[in-house]
């Protein structure tokens, strides 16, 4: 089992659907949660930041964290085509290095 | 612009060849990172620098990766011998290692071995 495991997909939604991508853990050491945005041949994109459980809401973006389940979660409301990338998310243990998933490849169609 | 910056984008070399690239990292940020990425994975940690020391390198880094960060700036990564299997996209990361670290990326030296 990898540490983190997210669905590659590809994900296809209607522009303005709300977009639902997960990410799961095995490692309950991790407190420092991320989402990055990759667009084709560019870099990773920091877009969300948590520590520990709850939510955080930045603008149509909100990263929700569950350690009970080992579970977390980016929502984004009102997709647009701008949106189409890959998301990984990232996440680490006090004094470790940061382990990434696979990503999930999202298109968001006109 | 302050970002990450990764020098050269592309790369492409014969098997066999020596390549180096460089990475400037934030300006206020100690640490400094690299990774590899594949198609279809996610980033994968190669080696990071506290300031000018290098303080963990992966089991991914065979002895034919080298990389340097003299004086705690800039850092060249250096793969001697190349291989097709080393083809991948090799990025840069910086952050300012306190305890609630963000890494923030460059935008990567996609290497195509040939």
């Known amino acids: 089992q990898k540490e983190v495991e997210q669905d590659p997909g590809p994900l296809s939604v209607p522009e303005g659907a709300i977009v639902s991508l997960n990410c799961t853990y095995s490692?309950?050491?991790?407190?420092?949660f991320m989402w990055y945005r990759q667009y084709s041949r560019k870099g990773p994109e920091l877009l969300m930041y948590?520590?520990?459980?709850g939510n955080k809401e930045d603008g149509r973006f909100t990263a929700q964290v569950d350690k009970s389940s080992k579970y977390i979660s980016l929502f984004i409301r009102d997709s647009q085509p701008s949106d189409s990338a890959t998301y990984l998310c990232a996440m680490r243990s006090y004094g470790q290095n940061f382990v990434f998933g696979p990503g999930t490849r999202l298109s968001v169609l006109p | 612009d302050t970002g990450v910056s990764q020098d050269p984008r592309h790369k492409i070399t014969k098997r066999g060849q020596n390549v180096t690239f460089r990475c400037d990292p934030i300006s206020e940020h100690n640490r400094l990172y690299w990774y590899r990425q594949t198609l279809g994975q996610g980033p994968e940690f190669l080696t990071y620098?506290?300031?000018?020391?290098?303080?963990?390198k992966s089991r991914l880094l065979s002895d034919r990766f080298s990389a340097e960060r003299p004086k705690g700036s800039f850092s060249t990564l250096e793969i001697q011998r190349t291989e097709q299997g080393d083809s991948a996209m090799y990025l840069c990361?910086?952050?300012?290692?306190?305890?609630?670290?963000?890494?923030?990326f460059g935008s990567g030296t996609q290497l195509s071995v040939l």
């Open positions: 948590t520590y520990s459980s």
């Open positions: 620098f506290q300031n000018e020391a290098q303080l963990e």
């Open positions: 990361a910086s952050s300012s290692g306190t305890e609630g670290e963000k890494l923030f």
């Open positions: 490692n309950s050491a991790f407190q420092y």
